[in-house]
């Protein structure tokens, strides 16, 4: 019999409709059993992709250790909107020390629990800032030891708890408060930036994943494929900031979706420091999706538009669907469903 | 080396030491090698990689930083845990270094004490712990390698009881390199004195909690009052832990401060670590000529015992600092704290600075030093064998000079009348 | 108190030399301190080491300016006219050479030193023969205790056994014993040892 393969797109945002998957494939946003381990209550802003991701990635890491993890994060976003003083929007054992340290206090947590033969996964968590810039090396040394840690970033591309300065992590053309839109090249320089998940990859570590809070199943299967290896793991989420991208709150998943569709973040993961799976791009989209709903990109789209710029962001998304082969060949043709 | 042997041995200060913290039974031990601390865990490195210690986990870490890091996760997670640096390491580590105590984290961390660069220099003085005295950590200093031996052993013990991190000093190379005799404790006797550790605060994800907060104006001060009074018990808590340790091991180790042939003194000599030993040999040279002199060595320089250092100085007319620190525009950073403690008393104080970056403190320097300040001949502070045609040639040339070398380069020309390397045009 | 200083370069031992001494001295029941001089010296670069040793606690940790022993376990040193600085009048000084050196070459303390107070040790070509590698700190400590008679050999072969494997141990107390034992028949500023080395 012929058959055709179907693509399942919900109108306008192109998730998979649940009702249409059976009951054990459909996701819950909340039941009385979701461990909620970063409670309602904190102090993030509307649309903040970093709570969304850590929401997302911890739930996922205590559903997949029956609630034995403990969290080290990082000083930035993340620890200051969850953790004011006498309150705390962590519902798991959570400790916070110093902006560059996470990943070596996570390290001492993982070891302290094994000397004391106790079974406990461990994350550390951070924003780009205090993963890919500060806390590097303290990174680099957990990768190469290959400590028990499972180490998160949500990569919203700036410094935001400072109010949006430049990191090592912000995408070319961005302004920031120290890539100022201003000169003859506003915002950030091209030919900048580190490419983290790649450097983990370079440590030959047993797994490393990207995901986005644009495809929260996805997250949540990479975080429960990493709790079930052993030694030193990374994730890294991209994750809209809308405060610091200058975008609506309501369109954080969109404009995540559109950094994975334009090809802009690869979504991928990698073993042992080898590519074992990259996600396809269900319906390519021009990298301006992306760019056009964020004010800091605002100036590439003025009365001249900057397209020598958008051309070469254009550039850098292509080169990542040919590197990691991001699209199909016999590309079906997408059915939208209305239901 | 001789591992777990009690029992009195001729053995190198480094591994004295780590043979004290093996005995003490640390669970997580973090190494960063800097000179002069690194025999320790390298001989740490050995007994758990054989076994001979365990359980215990030795992480080797990227930076000092990390090592305290690391030891920051492991000890809020519940683990005994240990350290040792140096210098530029305990510098490198320093915002760590008051996160732990800020956390109330009883870790213990040997200080090999070494100077400060720039100009580099790895030979001992004060510089570096003295950098982080008021980083909430106590700070022991050992006299002997004996002492150091024996307040690793009651530092985990005082750390664990006050929540509190404690700094074990020992100057560096005269103390960590010397060949010494040390008695060394057998595992029961250290068992007997040491209980397990029982954190105060612990991550448990059956009874998770939440550590390292955000803590604003409204509560700051008081939190950082509560570290305040840790040290204002551990006062107490010291004193205490020198007789209990007595009773066990049956000598007299740590404590606030010790006294030396002080009891009808005129002058006293204070001092911390391995000079006091020169000091006692100088007090005996000009008690032999008539002097009535005495000396007090400084243990716990955090906490400062301000109420044990005035009872010890109180009787003396004139109170000589020796110490081998410098707070530059100042003077002795010693000598500051100690007229704290001798407010209200007149008691002149003078400053010696002495044996920066590794100059020798010969006895002979030292009692010419105590005669002249006896006569008044001084001047306040006093540098103990400082080349003052060098400096005075220094100075004289500032400005003049072309700026074809470093003030240390032509310093160092000018003490050895030796030309030293020339940048290369 | 008697105070020995050891000069050498990196890799002949120098500081091991000291650290066996204070061992050898703590065996027979003596307080001891050994320590190197302090530095980040590296292979073939000049090297000191002190070791003090009394019948009552040290408490002096100075370097050693006055020394009753100086051990030179290298010859090339020798060009360094305050090697000998500071030796007593009545000390000791053991040189590992090959055939005896000019005294006034060592300086006026040196030459005027008390007969027999000087001794020359092959102790490379002791170490080549017992030990196999050219280590001449076991040799040269046989020789200064056969010439000051501060400790007896037996704490120092014991020092050895402690600080080696059975192996390595083996071989530096037939080095010990062989310059210590030419070194007893020497007599006065003599090439004795050297003969016997022959």
Known sequence: MKSQRLKFYQTGTFTVGNRLLSDEMRSVQATVDRNNSLNSGHRACQGCGEALGARYAVDAVMRATNGQAIAVNATGCLEVFSTPFPESSWRLAWLHSLFGNAPAVAAGVSAAMRVRGKKVTVIGQGGDGGTVDIGFGCLSGMFERNDDVLYICYDNEAYMNTGVQRSGSTPPTAITAT????????????????????IAMAHGIPYVATASVADLRDLEEKVTTAVGIRGARYIHIHVPCPLGWGSDPALT??????????????????????????????????????????????????????????????????????????????????????? | MSTFMPGRKQVEGSH????????????????????????????????????????????????????????????????????????????????????????????????????IGAPINIWNDHSDSMALRDS?????????????????????????????????????????????EVDMPSQEQVDAFLPPFVPQQVLDPSDPITIGAMVGPDAYMEVRYLLHHKHLQAVEVIENLRKEFKRH?????????????????????????????????????????????????????????????????????????LEKNLATGLGGILASNTRMALRGLNTPVNTIIAGLGGRPIPKKSVVRAFRQIETGEVEEPHFLDMNWPAIHEAINNRGLVKRRESEAQRVLRSVSGVEVAKPVR | ???????????????????????????????????????????????????????????????????????????????????????????????NASAPIELSR??????????????????????????????????????????????????????????????IAEKNHAAARASYEAAQAGNGVTSAVLEVAR
């Open chain 1, 179 to 198: 890539t100022q839109g201003v000169g003859e090249h506003p915002g950030q320089e091209f030919g900048g930036g580190k490419n983290a998940p790649r």
């Open chain 1, 253 to 339: 998943i969109q404009i995540a979706r559109a950094a994975v569709q334009s090809g802009l973040f690869p979504l991928y993961e990698a073993r042992h420091g080898r590519l074992v799976k990259a996600t396809k791009i269900r319906r390519k989209v021009p990298v301006t999706d992306y760019l056009q709903p964020q004010k800091r990109f605002a100036h590439l789209f003025g009365k001249t538009p900057n397209v020598a710029a958008i051309d070469r962001i254009q550039a850098i998304a292509d080169a990542n669907i040919e590197d990691y082969g991001l699209l199909d060949s016999h590309e079906d043709p997408p059915i939208s469903l209305q239901i």
């Open chain 2, 16 to 115: 004295a030491v780590a043979e004290a913290i093996a005995l003490s039974r640390p669970q997580v031990i973090s190494c960063y090698p800097i000179t002069p601390q690194t025999h320790i865990v390298e001989g740490l490195s050995a007994m758990v990689k054989s076994g001979a210690l365990s359980p215990c986990e030795f992480m080797n870490v990227e930076s000092e930083f990390a090592a305290l890091s690391a030891l920051i996760g492991a000890s809020a997670a519940g683990a005994r845990t240990y350290t040792a640096t140096s210098s530029q390491g305990l510098l490198f580590m320093a915002e760590a270094v008051y996160n732990a105590s800020g956390l109330g984290l009883p870790i213990v961390m040997t200080i090999g004490n070494r100077a």
């Open chain 2, 136 to 180: 909430g950590w106590i700070q022991l200093h050992a006299e002997s390698n004996q002492e150091a031996l024996d307040l690793h052993i009651q530092a985990f013990k005082l750390a664990e009881q006050l929540s509190c991190p404690v700094m074990v000093c020992m100057d560096g190379f005269i103390l960590t390199h010397a060949y010494e």
């Open chain 2, 249 to 321: 091991f049956g000598r007299d180790s740590g404590g606030l401060v010790s006294s030396y042939r002080a009891d009808d003194a005129e002058t006293l000599v204070l001092a911390m670590g391995s000079i006091n030993g020169t000091i006692r040999e100088a007090v005996d040279e000009m008690r032999d000529e008539g002097h009535r002199i005495g000396s007090v060595k400084l243990c716990s320089y955090r906490p400062f015992p301000l109420e044990a250092l005035r009872e010890a100085l109180k009787g003396a007319k004139r109170v000589i600092i």
């Open chain 3, 1 to 95: 108190m008697v105070q020995v200083r050891i000069h050498g370069r990196g890799g002949q031992g120098v500081v091991t030399a000291a650290e066996l001494l204070s061992v050898a001295a703590f065996l027979e029941g003596r307080a001891a301190q050994a320590f190197p001089s302090f530095g980040s010296e590296r292979m073939g670069a000049p090297v000191v080491a002190f070791c003090r040793m009394d019948d009552r606690p040290i408490r002096l940790r100075e370097p050693i300016t006055e020394p009753d022993a100086l051990v030179i376990q290298d010859p090339t040193l020798l060009s360094d006219p305050r090697l000998c600085a500071g030796l007593h009048p009545k000390g000791f000084v053991v040189i």
């Open chain 3, 106 to 167: 060592l300086g006026p303390v040196v030459e005027h030193l008390p007969k027999g107070h000087v001794r020359f040790v092959p102790a490379t070509a002791i170490a080549r023969q017992y030990i196999g590698r050219p280590l001449p700190n076991a040799a040269m400590l046989g020789a200064l205790l056969a010439a000051t008679g501060y400790l007896k050999l037996d704490s120092l072969l014991q020092a050895i056994s402690e600080k080696f494997s059975a192996a």
